[in-house]
């Protein structure tokens, strides 16, 4: 699977607020909080689930995979989702360890399930 997922019963808002302190315990931070269902909408569309999706980084980890290959900056940061799907609150997030597949480096490989490890045992706290 490409992706962990779990479903969480709590409303998205409580939902990101856990993720985020979950996070900030592990050092990692949000750069970026998109309400991306409030943007479809304010564009017209009609969309009725919610989504936001977290972009997320911890600045030491970010710099060692950069040091070793700059690809994977086109994966950086890392993205966490929390969104709603037939009236369940579900938050996520794409592994890094599939993403980085495609970048034929063990050492990247290795810290990559590091990484992964840590962000899935923050979600596993919330």
């Known amino acids: 699977m490409f992706h962990y997922t779990k479903d969480v019963s709590m409303n998205v808002k409580d939902a990101v607020s856990a993720v985020e302190a979950s996070l900030k315990e592990e050092s990692f931070g949000v750069l970026w909080n998109l309400d991306l269902a ?14 936001v999706v977290l972009e997320v980084c911890n600045p030491h980890e970010a710099k060692k995979v950069l040091e070793e290959s700059m690809l994977v ?24 360890s599939k993403l980085i597949e495609m970048v034929d480096n063990d ?12 962000l899935i045992g923050c979600l596993e706290n919330v």
């Not at 989702?81 to 997030?93: N, S």
């Not at 050492?107 to 840590?118: G, T, Y």
């Open 107 to 118: 050492e990247l490989k290795r810290l990559a399930l590091e990484i992964e490890n840590r």
């Open 73 to 96: 900056s086109y994966f950086l940061p890392c993205k966490v989702t929390v969104y709603t799907e037939k009236g369940t609150t579900k938050i996520g997030m794409a592994k890094p």
């Open 38 to 51: 409030a943007k479809l909408q304010d564009k017209g569309l009609d969309f009725n689930e919610e989504v």
